[in-house]
């Protein structure tokens, strides 16, 4: 893992795409293809071919002369373009754990499990050291190349198994933030107040309210502060000739985000 205090040996997203050989996104209209310097496309708007020193805000046309615009992936277009493994988190709750924890620049977070890695690579780009366990093999090796592909590779430690059998072996104090997306993360929020720093957070994401009180439970009896848990919930608006409104589509609510502290 690198130090995130050197800035020389880091890959940022500032620098990921940008003239080296990331992949990149080729974008036209509501089309929107991720392809490698190199790569030849094809489309139904003929063939393009991608050039080994492409560069975000190019423009490339096709064979027939269609135009697409190269862009560098940002934090949203991990969700819609790393493989996906174990359901990843959307963004926005993404973004509810990064505010609500705080990570920043040089913080240390522990996370589990990795699943498809959205999570742990979102907050590498901001910054953070992210070591994270996924215990499905095949899913860590996909969640290696996903952190390659979002440009993290060496900030996030993927460890390949089960959290639980490593957390004795953890060093005390070593963690400014545990973010937990798994069935058994009560049993490790019990750890939460050893290997936290003082004021450090603990966030846990859960699917079902059953599990969300047994976090609960967990953290008040490992001695956390503060322990609150919201529904993730966001109602989209529609704009159109009629009127304006929220959208009927029934997807909003996500899960429960429990936070609590280390103090
Ligand atoms: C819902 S996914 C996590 C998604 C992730 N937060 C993201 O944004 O992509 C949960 C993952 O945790 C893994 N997992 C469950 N329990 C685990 C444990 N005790 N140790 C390591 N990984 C675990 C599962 O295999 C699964 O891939």
């Not at 959208?247 to 909003?252: F, I, N, Q």
């Given at each position: 893992m690198s130090d995130p205090d050197d800035a020389d040996d880091e890959v940022t997203a500032e620098t990921a795409g940008e003239g080296d050989r990331s992949p990149v996104l080729l974008v036209r209209g509501d089309r929107e293809y991720l392809v490698e310097p190199g790569d030849e496309m094809g489309t139904d708007l003929g063939v393009l071919d991608v050039p080994e020193d492409v560069r975000p805000g190019d423009a490339l046309e096709t064979h027939l002369g269609d135009e697409f615009r190269v862009r560098r992936l940002r934090g949203p277009d991990l969700f819609h373009h790393f493989e996906r493994t174990g359901a990843p988190m959307v963004p926005r709750d993404i973004g509810l754990v990064i505010g609500e924890t705080g990570?920043?620049?040089g913080d240390r977070v522990l996370d589990a499990g990795t699943g498809t890695g959205v999570l742990a690579a979102s907050m590498a780009r901001a910054g953070a050291s992210v070591v994270t366990y996924e215990r499905d093999p095949e899913f860590a090796d996909v969640a290696r190349e996903n952190m390659a592909l979002g440009g993290v590779a060496d900030a996030v430690d993927v460890r390949t198994g089960d959290v639980l059998e490593d957390l004795d072996g953890l060093e005390p104090s070593s963690f400014d933030v545990c973010t937990l997306d798994t069935g058994d993360a009560p049993s490790i929020v019990d750890y939460a107040p050893t290997l936290l720093v003082d004021g450090g957070f603990v966030a846990v994401y859960s699917p079902f309210i059953e599990s969300t009180r047994e976090v609960v439970t967990a953290a008040r009896e490992a001695g956390l502060s503060n322990v609150t848990t919201r529904e993730t919930i966001q109602r989209e608006m529609q704009f159109d000739d009629r009127g304006s409104r929220p959208?009927?589509?029934?997807?909003?609510h996500t899960g429960y985000l429990t936070i609590a502290r280390n103090e």
């Open positions: 990570i920043a620049r959208s009927t589509a029934p997807v909003g």
